[in-house]
Every structure is written in structure tokens, then in C-alpha cells.
């Protein structure tokens, strides 16, 4: 019911030459789940050009469409590009830029009247973990991130525990299986059982080709959102063949 989807963050790396990995994780893209490549701004027309199976995203957006925003990018801008989706609230944003729930809500009510698909990021940092505040934390920023008039195919959330980003430290199954259980449950709750059902959840924090299938074997994980393993095709394709191979959680 829910299409897999193994979605790649590259966030400040890639150059032109960087194009290549792309081309070479085409094969696995056609094996069944959705790929998603992010790749700078820059990159984004040419990875279009190159994109084959792949579908092609920016890592933000700003609120307005256009005005005097000088070196933001705007929704509408990207959907130019040809690029589909739009990854917006990466605990990147949130900390570097200092963005917050609203902002987020204001980022992705745009993105979805330019068209794209928004993939809403949330996730606890480990202070709010070691306190037991994950759940409250997780459930303030679907309520504040997340407009009204979510689809299965205008959203995807993606759990990112701001500890386990480029740390190398991932949480048990259990835990990643307590959250995506939560965020559904309150998906549904907000959005109704059908739309709620449908729209994807992706687990990120270092995910790697070694724990890929054991993280893609928990209840409601649709998929990974993928840092640093995305940048090279020699890691972002067994993740994507994992899932491929992975059985409907
Ligand atoms: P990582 O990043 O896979 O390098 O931990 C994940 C992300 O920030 O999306």
C-alpha cells in the first residue's frame, strides 16, 4: 500500500563531478522502491537532467515564492528545477538556522502549492531522550510542522533522533519501532485512518548497508532518509537493494 522509499540527504557536499553516483545507482532505483536523490542546489538541474529512475529534491525551501530574500530559494523555484520533493525541519535547519515548528508548517504549506512532496523531519536530541520526553517532543512537531491538508502523497515524515545524525550511533529497533508506531497513531488521529495509513515514514541517523535491512524489518518504517551512506553508490545502493528486499512493515 505504502511505496518503500530510499531517500538520500547530501546536504553541503557534491560538485559536479559528484553527478556520476547517480547515474550508478539507476540500476537498484528500478528494483521497486522510490529513490530520492537531494543533492545541493546547485546540482539540482543537472541531476534532473540525469535523473532516470531517480526522483530529485532540495533540503529546503523559504516560506514566500518570491520577494527580497536575498540567497534563499523559494518552492516554486525548485519545482522549476523539475525536482519533486523538498526535504524541510532537518535538525540541521532547525539548530544552524535557528528554524522552529511554524516556520517549518509556513515552508511546507509552500512546497505544497508549488507542488512538490515535502519530507517533514522530526526527531529528539538526546537531552530530551534521557529525560523520557521523546514522545511529547516528537508529537509537538508533527502538531507544529505539519499543515492541515496532509496527503499520503503531498507528505513523508522522516524520524531523525538529532543524536543519531552522522554520529554513527543508531537507536535499538525497539525504539525506532516506538516512535514510527506514535507518529502513526497520531497521523491517524489528526488526518483520519486512510490518509494517515498512507503517508510514508522514514527512519535517519546513520543508516548504513550493514543495519539497513534490520531497520527496514521494524513496523511502520517505509524507508531510510540517508546522509552521508547517499553520497556514494557504494553504499546507497545496498540500502536501496535492502529495501527492495525488505517485506511490507
Ligand atoms: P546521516 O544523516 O545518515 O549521515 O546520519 C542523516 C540525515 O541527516 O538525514
Not at 31 to 53: K, M, Y
Not at 68 to 87: E, P, Q, R
Not at 139 to 168: K, M, R
Amino acid at each position: 500500500m505504502r511505496r518503500k522509499l530510499a531517500a538520500g540527504n547530501w546536504k553541503m557536499n557534491g560538485l559536479r563531478a559528484q553527478l556520476s553516483e547517480i547515474d550508478a545507482m539507476q540500476e537498484a532505483a528500478s528494483g521497486g522502491s522510490e529513490v530520492l536523490i537531494c543533492p545541493p542546489t546547485t546540482l539540482l538541474t543537472e541531476a534532473v537532467a540525469r535523473a532516470g529512475h531517480i526522483e530529485i529534491g532540495g533540503q529546503d525551501c523559504h516560506a514566500r515564492a518570491s520577494g527580497a530574500h536575498t540567497g534563499d530559494v523559494s518552492a516554486a523555484m525548485l519545482a522549476d528545477t523539475g525536482a519533486s520533493y523538498v526535504i524541510l525541519g532537518h535538525s540541521e535547519r532547525r539548530t544552524d538556522h535557528d528554524e522552529h515548528d511554524d516556520e517549518v508548517r509556513a515552508k511546507c504549506k509552500s512546497a505544497w502549492e508549488a507542488g512538490l512532496k515535502a519530507v517533514v523531519c522530526v526527531g529528539e536530541t538526546l537531552a530530551e531522550r534521557e529525560a523520557s520526553n521523546t514522545l511529547d517532543i516528537i508529537g509537538g512537531q508533527l502538531a507544529g510542522s505539519i499543515p492541515d491538508g496532509a496527503t499520503g502523497h503531498n507528505l513523508v515524515v522522516a524520524y531523525e533522533p538529532v543524536w543519531a545524525i552522522g554520529t554513527g550511533k543508531v537507536p535499538t529497533t525497539d525504539q525506532i519501532g516506538e516512535v514510527h508506531d506514535f507518529i502513526r497513531a497520531r497521523l491517524e488521529r489528526r488526518f483520519g485512518a486512510g490518509v494517515g495509513r498512507s503517508v510514508r515514514l522514514l527512519y535517519g541517523g546513520s543508516v548504513k548497508p550493514a543495519n539497513a535491512a534490520e531497520i527496514f524489518a521494524v513496523s511502520n518504517v517505509d524507508g531510510a532518509l540517508v546522509g552521508g551512506a547517499s553520497l556514494k553508490a557504494a553504499d546507497f545502493v545496498p540500502i536501496i537493494e535492502a529495501l527492495n528486499g525488505a517485506s511490507d512493515g
